[in-house]
């Protein structure tokens, strides 16, 4: 499994970004997925997970009402989305797709499959 993720960048506190990541699979594998951050300096921390159908999302407190992830409805394309809005400098890091089969529980090492990563950059 490949993941590659998309739509990093440079926004002003209080605006928006959509990151993108699609999985490149190899054989019909059902995958939860995940969005973590790692800010300098600190660990990696859970931002959002949903369920293979798309059906059950979990949310940090620190993003819960600010971000939504979601999947694209067109299962074939294997993406997932994370809409994030009304960003704060406190936001900025570099944000990690992650996928599993079984992972649930808000903890990086429950997840198999990681992308490269992409970076966000809030300014003040």
């Known amino acids: 499994v490949e993941l590659v993720e998309s739509g990093g960048g440079l926004v002003q506190a209080g605006g928006s970004l959509r990151l993108s990541c699609t999985a490149s699979?190899?054989?019909?594998?059902?995958?939860?997925m995940g969005w973590f951050r790692q800010a300098p300096g600190k660990e990696r921390e859970f931002v959002a997970a949903?369920?293979?159908?798309?059906?059950?999302?979990?949310?940090s407190d620190s993003v819960q009402g600010r971000v939504t992830i979601s999947r694209d409805p067109d299962f074939a394309k294997n993406t997932v989305y994370l809409q994030m809005n009304s960003l704060k400098p406190e936001d900025t890091a570099v944000y990690y797709c992650a996928a599993d089969p079984r992972a649930w529980e808000p903890v990086d090492a429950q997840y198999t499959y990681w992308g490269q990563g992409t970076q966000v950059t809030v300014s003040s």
């Open positions: 699979l190899r054989s019909r594998t059902t995958l939860r």
């Open positions: 949903i369920s293979w159908r798309g059906d059950n999302t979990k949310y």
